[in-house]
């Protein structure tokens, strides 16, 4: 009916805060990777680059659900914009489908989400672990 | 089937766009992020109408089935179309100023 929009409502969130971390201008660590013998200077990267991961999953999912709800005739271009807004009974629906497909929704981007952060910091550590032995 | 059609076009983006790393010239990212992203909340809608459903799931009319594969279809050449827009404002190799400026000799 309409779970796209707890998505999408989190999607706007992550991105104001993204924008609000990229404006502090917070510079990259910069380390050094022993690659075959030779040292090389790389920037790690920034949270607010991983940050961006979350939100092109969850602008992206909820672009491509917006336009299934769009099928379904479940949004519509005029006021309301969702079919089942009109009526109180639907609306009581749509606000529980909400509550409960929406809502895992964006919890399962985000537990996702973590994941790739974890698995990336794991590989970032790994990376750095020969040339902390060797120093 | 709408999310089977969306994960295998997640599938093949992805494979694409790790072909195409690290240059990344063909901005493939934008499709991998938009078809894992809608793959993942179908995966969300699929448990939830599975535990409403049961077996009955996985034997859907044939003209629902019919239905959720055109919209599958249809959701895998919107994300196409959204990636070529981006594709072409960003224009990483310079084809579209190229064509727009003519170079004077």
Same mark, same amino acid.
């Given at each position: 009916m309409a779970c796209f929009l707890v998505p999408a409502t989190e999607a706007i969130v992550a991105t104001v805060i993204r924008k609000a971390m990229e404006a502090k201008g917070v510079?990259?660590?910069k380390v050094k990777l022993n690659r075959d013998g030779r040292i090389e200077t790389a920037e790690k990267l920034p949270?607010?680059?991983?940050?961006?991961w979350?939100?092109?999953?969850?602008w992206g999912g909820s672009a491509l659900l917006a336009f299934e709800h769009v099928w379904h005739g479940e949004v519509v271009p005029w006021f309301?914009?969702?079919?089942?807004?009109?009526?109180?009974?639907?609306?009581?629906?749509?606000l529980h489908?909400?509550?409960?497909v929406g809502v895992t929704m964006a919890v399962l981007i985000t537990v996702v989400w973590l994941g790739m952060v974890a698995v990336?910091?794991?590989l970032e550590n790994r990376a750095l672990k020969p040339q902390a032995a060797k120093n | 089937m709408t999310l089977l059609v969306t994960v295998f076009a997640a599938i093949v983006a992805t494979v694409k766009w790790y072909k195409d790393a690290p240059k990344g010239e063909m901005k493939l990212g934008i499709l991998c992020w938009m078809y894992w992203g809608a793959s993942i909340m179908w995966l969300v809608d699929a448990v939830f109408e599975y535990a409403e459903l049961k077996a009955e799931y996985f034997t859907p009319a044939p003209a629902d089935m019919l239905n959720d594969l055109f919209l599958g279809l249809s959701?895998? *050449?919107?994300?196409l179309i959204i990636w070529l827009v981006r594709l072409l404002v960003a224009d990483p190799r310079g084809v579209v100023r190229g064509a727009?400026?003519?170079?004077? *000799?």
């Open positions: 510079k990259p660590e949270f607010t680059h991983k940050l961006k979350l939100t092109n999953l969850l309301p914009f969702l079919t089942a807004a009109a009526d109180p009974a639907d609306a009581a629906e749509m489908e909400m509550s409960t990336s910091g794991a | 959701v895998v *050449a919107l994300g727009l400026f003519q170079r004077k *000799a």
